[in-house]
Structure formats: structure tokens, C-alpha cells
């Protein structure tokens, strides 16, 4: 992603430069020898991803041209790595991208609400690294909530067959202090349909979340003992424990008129593992500010430069494993999904079309900022739905569109990509900047020791 430039109108594409930022710099210097100190312990993803990051927005590894027909005037746009886990400006989009998606295309205009479902310590280690564990538990966390909304609804509305939910769940590996945390992030539909598409809105109590996080408690500590994974006795103990660790939350409920608030809640629930702007130098190491107090009051994380990168290996997500999955009527095999997916914001219309009816919803930016007779090639509707394009995801994360000259305001389109070193070298040559990559530190050796040879 990038960032615009704020000061001026109109507003202008800059360009990111994460070579200039602290956490590309600790990377930079601290990856081969953190490499070479643990080569056997780290995985191979997080290795690619680390070094994926490295060249995320460097304009020597590839770019994009943007140009304006009738001025003349151009800009270059450097490739993303599309990382996974670590990479600051590719999980923001990846976040943005998959909250507008939801909102546009799959949540109904009904009332949604989020259930969090947080675990013992003692269990989140198999959670972590088993994910046919996981999925079980999330069935369970689904039918137990599912369950409880059957016996909310009102006795008639009960009657009918299969009342089913909607929801979707995002799986989120961390905690707010960099570490481990495996815990669920249900956004549900508040509320059932029933096998005609028909909505039952319910209506329940705290008393009932208790209930069910206690049934969701009981299952799970059976799920384990089943597999093994906890003794008889101990899944007994775990019972009787006044505060066990389960932890079900579901007071954050947003309207169904609330569109953005549910774009929010969804771009919370999708957030990257941390957030870089949080991290400050240290002398030899790092602080990390935490968004809210740990239970010991600490609001500051000193880190040194290995501990922060082992910390960052240990949240990077596995590859080909869904972060986020839907259920119910949501599901992709539901025999009813398009029925209620029907009920979502209408598809985004084009850009022209938005203009003249002087609103914008798509990238809720003021009309006056889309130029007269914009008709690139972003106003089309792009091939799936989830495939928001760049300049779209721009500006509905920073309300302006990216894609037009801030010398003559009018339209610009990207009319090549540059992958070949010989142009890239000549084109970065011609505007004064290096065409040569962040050089990166090689590892280093372990400090000499020194000894009293008198002795």
C-alpha cells in the first residue's frame, strides 16, 4: 500500500519507501544472522516470507507505470510482496480488502454480532499447531451458538425446519504483546434464516452467552480428552475451576443500517498481527507500544532485535490455510447462500455513474474529487468480487482516488509493468534513483569471548 500526500490539493500518490522505515531497517540488518543462529528451527514460509518482505515496494525488484494522456505526467508503482503475515502495507490491504468484500457481497443488511472465544493456555499450544483440532473446536464454538439462537427464537417461529445461521470466522493467531494467542473472532448474523431465505431476528440475555460459553467449555475439555490430549483428571480439575480460561464475548453488536460500523468491526477482525508503527528504536534493540495494558499494567515491550524476529516467526501463518471461514447460510455450499447474499450492498456501479447521482458508496470520497468523463479501465466490475483493484482499495482506506494527475485532475491508467533489469535499471536511471536494491546485512559471527590467558 501506499500512502497519499495529505498537505495539498489535489491530492498526490507518494510512494511508501518502507527501505526509510525502523522495521524493514531491523529486517534488513538482523535477517541472515537470526537465519543462521536458528536455521533448523525456522520453517521454510517464514524464511520466504521475511525475505518476500524485503523486497515488498523496492522499485529496483519490478514496477508499474501510471501515466496521464493529456498532460503527460507519470509515476511509478512498486510491486507487494502479498505477504501473509509480516509485511505492514500487504496486510493492511489484504484486511481492507477482505472487509469490503464482506460487506459488499456476502453480509445481508441484518443485525451482526461478534462472539470471541478465547482458550486456556493449556489447550492453545494444540490449537495453534494442529489446524483438524481447530476446525473441530470451531464447529463446536458454530453448533453451540447455532443451538442457542434456535431456543431464542419465539416458540412459532421454532416450529419451522432447518433454521440455519450466518456467520463468518476469522482465526487469529496473536495477542496484543506479540505473542502466541489462538483464539476465534465470530462475526454472526443475529438472527436465523430459514430454508425460503426468511429472516427470524432473536433476542437473549448475558445469562445466555454464560450458558453457552459453559456448554462450549464442556465440549471442548471432552474433545481433548477423547484425543488424548488431556487426562481424565485434568479435564475434571479444569471443570471445577472457578475461571478456567474460556472466555466467550459477545457484547459488540452492529445494526443493519450500520454499514460502516460492520466494515470496521470486519477490518478489526482481519487486522495484521501487528502494527508497525507501534515499534520504536532503542538504543541496540526496540520498544513496542501495546494497544492496551497487559494484566500486569505493562504498556511497553523492550525487545532485542533476534527476540523481535523470533516473536514475528512465530505469528506468520501457515501457507494454504484459510485465516477466515464462513458458515451456515454463508457457507459456499449453501443451497440458499445466493438468496441471502442477494440482501448485501448492490454491486459497486461505475465511477461516472456514482458522480451523477452525487454519492459514492464504493469509495465513500467526495463527488467533487472524481473528475468529469473518468472512464478507465477501475470502473469496470472486476472479475470476482473479491478482487478489488489496487486504486479502489486505495481509496476507500484513504478516501481519495489515487488514479488521477494532480496537474491536470484529469484520469490516469497504468500502461505497462516493468520486470525486465536492463529497463528497470534505464527507467530508474532516468528519474535520479537507485536502481540497485537494499543491500542486505550479511550474518554475523558470535561475539568473541575474551579470556584471561594469566590465570
Given at each position: ?199 427470524y431476528p432473536v433476542s437473549f440475555s448475558k445469562e445466555g452467552i454464560q450458558c ?7 465440549r471442548v475439555l471432552g474433545l481433548f480428552q477423547r484425543r488424548g490430549l488431556l487426562e481424565g483428571d485434568s479435564a475434571s480439575d479444569m ?217
Amino acid at each position: 500500500m501506499a500512502c497519499p500526500e495529505t498537505l495539498s490539493r489535489p491530492f498526490v500518490y507518494k510512494s511508501r519507501q518502507p527501505q526509510k522505515t525502523l522495521f524493514y531497517q531491523a529486517i534488513q540488518k538482523e535477517l541472515e544472522t537470526w537465519i543462521v543462529s536458528c536455521r533448523e528451527d525456522i520453517p521454510h514460509y517464514v524464511e520466504e516470507e521475511f525475505r518476500t518482505f524485503l523486497k515488498c515496494g523496492i522499485l529496483s525488484y519490478g514496477f508499474a507505470r501510471a501515466y496521464c494522456k493529456e498532460c503527460g505526467h507519470d509515476f511509478l508503482i512498486a510491486f507487494s510482496c502479498k505477504g501473509r503475515g509480516i509485511c505492514p502495507s500487504c496486510t493492511t490491504c489484504h484486511m481492507a480488502r477482505i472487509a469490503a468484500h464482506l460487506v459488499d457481497h456476502v453480509f445481508p443488511k441484518a443485525p451482526v454480532r461478534q462472539w470471541v472465544l478465547s482458550f486456556p493456555k493449556r489447550i492453545r499450544y494444540f490449537l495453534h499447531h494442529d489446524s483438524s483440532l481447530h476446525s473441530c473446536v470451531l464447529n463446536i464454538l458454530i453448533s453451540s451458538v447455532e443451538d442457542f439462537l434456535i431456543q431464542s427464537v419465539l416458540e412459532d417461529f421454532r416450529k419451522r425446519s432447518n433454521l440455519r445461521i450466518g456467520a463468518v470466522t476469522f482465526l487469529q493467531r496473536f495477542g496484543k504483546a506479540l505473542n502466541p494467542h489462538f483464539h476465534f473472532h465470530s462475526c454472526i448474523i443475529d438472527g436465523l434464516f430459514d430454508e425460503d431465505g426468511l429472516f427470524y431476528p432473536v433476542s437473549f440475555s448475558k445469562e445466555g452467552i454464560q450458558c453457552v460459553q459453559e456448554k462450549i467449555r464442556t465440549r471442548v475439555l471432552g474433545l481433548f480428552q477423547r484425543r488424548g490430549l488431556l487426562e481424565g483428571d485434568s479435564a475434571s480439575d479444569m471443570l471445577e475451576w472457578e475461571h478456567s480460561g474460556f472466555s466467550l464475548h459477545a457484547d459488540v453488536r452492529i445494526e443493519a443500517k450500520d454499514r460502516k460500523g460492520l466494515e470496521r468491526l470486519l477490518r478489526y477482525c482481519a487486522r495484521p498481527v501487528f502494527s508497525s508503527e507501534r515499534l520504536q528504536g532503542l538504543g541496540e534493540g526496540f520498544r513496542y507500544i501495546l494497544p492496551k495494558p497487559a494484566p500486569d499494567g505493562q504498556m511497553v515491550l523492550h525487545l532485542k532485535p533476534q527476540e523481535l524476529l523470533n516473536k514475528l516467526a512465530q505469528l506468520i501463518p501457515p501457507p494454504r490455510k484459510h485465516r477466515h471461514r464462513y458458515h451456515g447460510v454463508l457457507a459456499p455450499n449453501s443451497p440458499i447462500r445466493h438468496k441471502i447474499i442477494a440482501f448485501a450492498n448492490q454491486e459497486p456501479a461505475s465511477l461516472t455513474a456514482i458522480k451523477e447521482e452525487n454519492s459514492h458508496p464504493l469509495l465513500n470520497i467526495p463527488p467533487s474529487s472524481i473528475p468529469d468523463g473518468l472512464k478507465s479501465r477501475e470502473s469496470k466490475k472486476p472479475s470476482r468480487a473479491s478482487l478489488y483493484r489496487w486504486a479502489l482499495l486505495l481509496a476507500r482506506i484513504f478516501e481519495i482516488f489515487p488514479l488521477i494527475c494532480p496537474k491536470c485532475s484529469h484520469p490516469m491508467r497504468i500502461i505497462s509493468f516493468i520486470q525486465d533489469r536492463h529497463s528497470i535499471r534505464k527507467v530508474l536511471a532516468h528519474i535520479n534513483e537507485p536502481f540497485e536494491p537494499p543491500v542486505i546485512s550479511p550474518a554475523r559471527g558470535p561475539p568473541e569471548m575474551e579470556f584471561d590467558y594469566s590465570q
